[in-house]
């Protein structure tokens, strides 16, 4: 964990790990058709998030997951992403010590978050994401609490 003062000033954010990597796609079992029966990776589980309008399917990968996201309304973000971009990277999310200190600490920084306050996220996470616009074209997620 990394909990200290930068070079640049003011303090880092308390980044433990990547936790995953979403993929936007049409259909969350199409999809498991290439990851898990294909790769042979392991399937821990599926979610839906009403909320949020996504069915999410988490697939282990090592330390990491890869998080297939499956839009469930037409008012969700990632719908939207699909009609726009296709199916494929969504965003990458690290996990955080503490999700209200980061987004403060990212604020600070002059960097642009989506939200106000975290979101509920699957598995009971607290979740944020910083626009792309303010980190290279990457959309990036926070994630507090493990799945």
């Known amino acids: 964990m990394i909990n200290n003062v930068n070079k640049y000033g003011g303090a880092k954010l308390s ?14 079992d199409e999809a498991l058709n290439f990851y898990r029966d294909s790769l042979g990776l392991e399937l ?8 949020r309008g996504l069915k999410v399917a988490f697939i282990k990968v090592g330390e990491s ?5 499956e839009s469930i309304s037409e ?5 939207k992403y699909i009609e726009k971009k296709g199916e494929g ?36 996470t607290k979740v944020a994401f910083i626009h792309p616009k303010s980190t290279n074209g990457v959309l990036m997620e926070l994630v507090q609490g493990n799945h």
Not at 15 to 28: E, M, Q, T, W, Y
Not at 65 to 69: A, Q
Not at 75 to 79: E, F, I, L, N, R
Not at 90 to 107: D, G, T
């Open 65 to 69: 997951r890869i998080e297939l996201l």
């Open 89 to 124: 990277i969504h965003h990458l999310a690290v996990n955080v010590e503490n999700i209200e200190e980061s987004m403060n600490n990212i604020r600070e920084k002059g960097y642009k978050l989506l939200s106000e306050k975290p979101e509920n996220g699957a598995g009971g």
């Open 44 to 51: 821990e589980c599926i979610e839906e998030i009403p909320e």
């Open 75 to 79: 008012k969700s973000t990632v719908g």
């Open 15 to 28: 980044v433990k790990r990547i936790d995953h990597l979403g993929v936007a796609v049409k259909n969350i």
